[in-house]
């Protein structure tokens, strides 16, 4: 078992743990989700402000849309976690799912692109293979039958599509973040976790796939 690999399982074992103590303690989930969601921020801040030094960008309008996006994304975050709390409890469920799915979507392109290896995905993350994509997707739908019973509204074609989509963003949110990486030209996007890089590096795919995947468990219910 590769590093990469054990780092990948220890991330999503400790992820997982915090995840499931959010979902029955809810005071923990609203603290943890906004001081993540802080950190977050503070380092895709901090990758974009790399590029813009980088390419000596003088562009005030895009400085200014960036701050603007990033404030916006901070609070509709925050916002979110309050509505889930107050208004809609039962999204916890499909906020677990979803991050579930990313999770698994994660270790599978690992695993599956270490043994497989093969054909490159993209240039934009050598590491990325279609094996590995492939694996994301299967090992992403091992969850369908743990959840079906639970989102027993959905039928089991649905509930395979809309696994699918959360797999397919979570791999591109994880693409897009490493082509930020490699305009800023690091390989982390942080060194909080020793070892591990910044927490946007282990939750890159999750940011993008867990909103998405909510939105279309509440719209498809």
Not at 8 to 22: A, C, G, H, K
Not at 24 to 52: C, R, V
Not at 202 to 221: E, Q, T
Request: aromatic content about 14%; overall charge positive.
């Amino acid at each position: 078992m590769s590093i990469e690999l054990k780092k990948r399982i220890l991330t999503s074992i400790l992820l997982l743990f915090l995840l499931i103590t959010m979902y029955f303690y809810s005071f923990i989930m609203i603290s943890a989700l906004i001081i993540i969601a802080i950190i977050i921020w503070i380092e895709f801040y901090a990758l974009i402000s790399k590029i813009i030094r980088r390419n000596k960008s003088k562009d005030i309008f895009f400085r200014f849309m960036f701050k603007a996006m990033s404030l916006l994304y901070l609070f509709l975050l925050v916002y979110f976690v309050f509505v889930i709390e107050s208004y809609y409890p039962s999204l916890k469920l499909y906020l677990l799912y979803s991050v579930l799915v990313s999770i698994l979507s994660d270790i599978g392109g690992l695993l599956f692109g270490k043994t497989f290896k093969g054909k490159k995905l993209t240039k934009i993350s050598p590491n990325k293979t279609i094996s590995g994509s492939i694996g994301s997707f299967l090992l992403s739908l091992l969850l369908i039958p743990i959840f079906y019973e639970k989102l027993i509204l959905y039928d089991l074609l649905t509930l395979t599509m809309i696994t699918i989509v959360i797999s397919f963003i979570s791999q591109l949110g994880d693409l897009f973040i490493s082509f930020l990486k490699r305009k800023a030209k690091v390989k982390d996007t942080s060194d909080l976790l020793p070892g591990h890089g910044g927490l946007l590096d282990r939750v890159d795919g999750i940011i993008f796939a867990a909103p998405i995947g909510i939105f279309l468990l509440s719209f498809l219910n």
